[in-house]
């Protein structure tokens, strides 16, 4: 609104603009409808967690039932606390690879080297989560997989790692980490090449140390990429979904099951919607409050808000 | 002078712990896949053992031909299907939705990048979409795995960051020859956005090719499952789960499947990797 009252310097009546912009106003249209039915209404449906919608032909509004259901089921709160607990090591293990990455790239001198590594990084986010899994399903198999042959060799046991509970989640992290490092790297060194070379040089007549760059030009210069990676990554951390369904069996459930498969099950296989709709709600504002509290902070002590 | 040569000593160690790391780094994606690849290759007899690791020694087609007469290439066909028919409508939506809102001068912009970016940060999760989906008479229909995924954000901010750099005054002579905006897209903008649409259109195929919870989420009927859902009953299901082969799969079978599920992207790789670089500055996702 603000930005219309400043650029109507000599404004024409809404008709008269509408009428200029038909054809550029028919090209937003079906993208605009989309994102109403596709994006939007989906929002609207979470209303539905009040409703036991799902097997009765009559929905009706049943207030907070399905959220005391909730409480009081081992599988919600289980479902609950891996996805916690999975989404906390995603983040304390995955967040900081790909800016060190990046970083480690960018201290190479040949920008051969430089190039060819982001090539091959960058591979793995490319390939879907089946892909990814059976890629790790392969590397770690008891009978033929590269990682038991060498624990065989050091006199191990061989370990059946997709069954395990002690290992699953760390498969979990590392199977993340291992598709999604190369996108954050390629971001950051994007990030890295926008900075002013004339920052270093000043510093270093300044007496600057390599880490004193890093501390004082390099890091500042990539604040506002760090927060948006950050926020990206809060906003969908604890929506893990595709890759725990593709990798998980009934044989690690108590480690591996997160809300959103729980939901799966609940609402898609069982058809439980409502109560379903319930369970995923937890996480959606659960990962709203976590964003806009991070982008009011980064608004209040880095002063650029992202969002 | 002694500070700068103790500097460059240090700076000689760290370089070299550099290159070991990154080259550590590097061969932790090479040697998985590398064992994929060889393994497609070998024959039954070598891959019994669990010592057909890095260092192929049997080269042999027969398990690639195994499979291209088998039912994994109806499932290839159907992926292949959605892949190209959804690409197709991802870019009618975007491509215009992407110009429209690189023009300053658009009605409601502010409003609509709001409602874009908004979708970024907030994700009500797979119940909410399925029900719409479900009310939409979509289930069972291979519709229900193009339409309902045939916007990405990201794409469509893409398209509008790289069409924003066009000169106005390009657009604005157009306008002052008689050119309407839907023929300023057509004959103006698009000729010069091609090599943002090219990298676009890939991004959109290989993610409607990866797709895997959305077809079983939306899609009952095993005849229609893409190659996604098969190869993931094939790796992480018992062996004979599958169309009821019933018989043992060698692991050799089992690669040559998985390469034909990433054989696209590996193709399309090499092509939107630079693009996506240029594409993507996170900058201009804040509007």
Redo the contacts between chains.
């Keep these: 609104?603000r930005?219309?009252e400043l650029?109507g310097a000599i404004r024409q009546p809404?008709g008269v603009?509408?009428k200029r912009?038909k054809?550029?106003?028919?090209?937003?249209i079906?993208?605009?409808v989309?994102?109403c039915?596709?994006?939007?209404?989906?929002?609207?449906?979470?209303g539905?967690a009040f409703t036991d919608?799902g097997f009765k032909a009559k929905v009706s509004f049943i207030g907070f039932d399905n959220f005391k259901r909730l409480l009081t089921s081992s599988i919600f709160w289980n479902a609950f606390r891996n996805t916690l607990v999975i989404s906390l090591a995603n983040i304390v293990f995955y967040f900081p690879v790909p800016l060190i990455?990046a970083l480690?790239?960018n201290?190479?001198?040949s920008f051969k080297a430089k190039k060819a590594?982001?090539?091959?990084?960058?591979?793995?986010y490319?390939?879907?989560?089946?892909?990814v899994?059976?890629?790790?399903?392969?590397?770690l198999?008891p009978?033929?997989?590269?990682i038991?042959?060498l624990i065989?060799l050091l006199g191990g046991e061989p370990i059946y790692f997709m069954a395990s509970t002690k290992y699953f989640r760390s498969v979990i992290v590392v199977s993340y980490i291992?598709r999604q490092?190369?996108y954050g790297a390629?971001?950051y060194?994007?990030?890295l090449t926008t900075i002013e070379p004339q920052l270093y040089e000043a510093a270093t007549i300044d007496g600057a140390?390599?880490w004193g760059q890093l501390w004082n030009i390099t890091l500042p210069s990539m604040r506002?990429?760090i927060v948006?990676?950050l926020?990206?990554n809060l906003?969908?951390v604890l929506?893990i979904?595709?890759q725990i369904?593709?990798?998980y069996?009934s044989a690690v459930y108590d480690v591996a099951d997160v809300l959103?498969t729980y939901?799966?099950r609940e609402?898609?296989l069982s058809g439980d919607?409502g109560y379903?709709?319930a369970a995923?709600?937890f996480?959606?504002i659960i990962?709203?409050v976590l964003?806009l509290t991070t982008n009011k902070l980064s608004a209040k002590f880095l002063e650029e808000p992202?969002? | 002078m002694t500070t700068k040569i103790k500097e460059s000593r240090g700076r000689k160690v760290f370089n070299v712990c550099n290159k070991i790391i990154l080259a550590l780094i590097c061969l932790s994606i090479i040697i998985p896949i590398w064992n994929v690849v060889i393994t497609s290759f070998a024959k039954d007899k070598d891959v019994i053992g669990n010592d057909y690791l890095l260092i192929p020694y049997s080269f042999t087609l027969q398990n690639y031909n195994k499979i291209l007469h088998s039912g994994y290439m109806n499932a290839f066909k159907n992926s292949l299907y959605v892949a190209v028919l959804g690409t197709l409508l991802s870019i009618f939506l975007s491509v215009p939705m992407g110009y429209a809102l690189s023009r300053k001068d658009l009605l409601g912009r502010g409003f609509l990048m709001k409602m874009l970016t908004f979708t970024l940060v907030f994700d009500v999760g797979i119940m909410p979409f399925y029900v719409v989906v479900r009310s939409l008479h979509l289930i069972n229909k291979m519709a229900a795995i193009i339409i309902p995924v045939a916007m990405s954000t990201f794409n469509v901010i893409i398209i509008k960051n790289y069409m924003s750099s066009i000169p106005e005054s390009l657009i604005e002579s157009a306008r002052l020859d008689g050119c309407n905006d839907m023929g300023i897209l057509v004959r103006i903008v698009i000729p010069l956005s091609v090599s943002i649409i090219a990298a676009v259109t890939l991004f959109y195929f290989v993610s409607y090719w990866n797709r895997y919870f959305e077809v079983i989420m939306f899609i009952n009927d095993s005849r229609k499952y893409t190659l996604q859902v098969v190869l993931r009953g094939l790796m992480f299901e018992a062996d004979d789960a599958l169309g009821g082969q019933g018989s043992y799969v060698y692991s050799n079978t089992k690669m040559a499947v998985m390469i034909l599920g990433m054989l696209p992207v590996l193709i399309i790789y090499p092509f939107i990797q630079k693009h996506f670089v240029s594409g993507l500055m996170i900058g201009g996702v804040k509007e």
Excluded: C, D
Aim: charged share 5%; hydrophobic share 55%.
């Design positions: 609104m930005q219309k650029s809404l603009r509408i912009q054809f550029l106003l028919l090209m937003v079906p993208g605009f989309w994102y039915i596709f994006k939007y209404l989906p929002m609207l449906g979470l539905l919608y990455v480690l790239i201290e190479l001198q590594i982001q090539f091959l990084i960058y591979i793995p490319f390939f879907s989560w089946v892909v899994g059976s890629i790790f399903v392969n590397l198999s009978t033929s997989g590269p038991n042959y065989q291992w490092m190369g390629v971001i060194i994007a990030a140390g390599r506002p990429t948006t990676m926020l990206l906003a969908h929506m979904f595709e369904l593709v990798m069996n959103q939901v799966y609402g898609v919607m379903s709709i995923g709600m996480t959606s990962s709203l964003v992202i969002l």
